[in-house]
């Protein structure tokens, strides 16, 4: 009787031990962590090692709107692309900073008044040019509609800036990307509505209408369309920042949304508009962005 329990007890034991070998060598666990005694794990895949940023870029394409086409910069209701912060020859703009000869290595194919869905096209141009650096500042004209109900969805808007991005890496997988932040429509309301004349060309030109319009309105009507305004643009921000954040050649820089215009940087023709010196701003913080070893957190 006793001799059979003790087999019993032993058969039970050894069924245990079987049932945690098994275990441990189907979970591939043992005491340290690793590999177990009977043998070594498969070897797991290494991570692609992240493309190189160059700092140094030898050519640049620059798309988007009014602003980099250096509206108002100049002369009235104008276009002056001799004043873009990206690619101007009369300010100390992107190109002169970075290229030894801008004038043959740089592209600007923005459009005063483009909104997003204009962004695939201006990408299909600029490929053709092979630009190791491609700039992106767009979005203002999303926001700036005739009133709020007619700003760009935000899911379209990501959408034509998604299908950009993709379209440049199936054609040039290593060409960088530079998106430069929707700047801050509220604050340029803010700070141009000091001005007389710059209210009064903001009428007249409607510029803006969205933000600008009934500029010294403070009921809350105007209070709440400035509002939704101003929670859009943030919007559009958002996906900008998130759909770059997915692409390893991609710098999104918020300094762009962030920085203070003050009247000597914005437009005397309409203080909505960089001037140069509001173009040499731009300038300078897309510098600091491309050429810092890594990107802004």
């Known amino acids: ?22 275990a441990l060598l189907a979970t591939g666990c043992d005491d340290g962590g690793g590999a177990s005694d009977a043998g070594p794990t498969a070897a797991r895949p290494k991570p692609s090692p992240r493309p190189a940023w160059n700092p140094r870029p030898a050519s640049i394409a620059s798309l988007g709107d009014s602003i980099t086409r250096g509206f108002d910069a100049c002369s009235l209701l104008s276009d002056c692309p001799e004043a873009s912060w990206a690619t101007g020859t009369e300010v100390d703009s992107l190109a002169r900073r970075l290229l030894a000869q801008p004038a043959d290595n740089s592209w600007n194919y923005a459009r005063t008044g483009a909104r997003m869905a204009e962004l695939p096209g201006q990408m299909r141009s600029a ?3 092979k630009p190791q650096l491609v700039t992106v500042l767009l979005g203002a004209n999303d926001a700036c509609r005739p009133s709020v109900a007619d700003m760009t969805p ?7 800036f998604e299908s950009s991005i993709a379209d440049l890496r199936r054609s040039l997988p290593t060409s960088q990307v530079y998106v430069a932040g929707v700047p801050d429509l509220k604050r340029l309301w ?24 009934d500029a010294d309105a403070q009921d809350p009507e105007a209070v709440e369309r400035r509002a ?12 900008l920042k998130d759909v770059c954040a997915r692409d ?26 960089p001037s140069k ?18 990107p802004a957190a």
């Open 190 to 213: 803010s700070e141009g509505r000091k001005n007389a004349l710059g209210k009064q060309v903001w009428k007249l030109a409607a510029i803006c209408p969205s933000m600008l319009g």
């Open 1 to 22: 009787m006793e001799g059979a329990t003790r087999r019993r007890r032993s058969t039970v034991v050894r069924a245990a031990v079987t049932v945690l070998a098994a």
């Open 154 to 160: 935000v899911d379209i808007f990501r959408k034509d």
């Open 248 to 273: 390893a050649l991609c710098r999104y820089d918020g300094a762009v949304h962030g920085y203070g215009f003050t009247g000597q940087e914005l437009s005397q023709w309409d203080w909505f508009h």
């Open 228 to 239: 939704q305004v101003d929670k859009r643009v943030g919007e559009y921000n958002a996906a």
């Open 277 to 294: 010196q509001g173009q040499g701003e731009l300038a300078e913080m897309a510098y600091r962005t491309i050429t810092a070893r890594e």
């Open 127 to 129: 490929i053709a040019h």
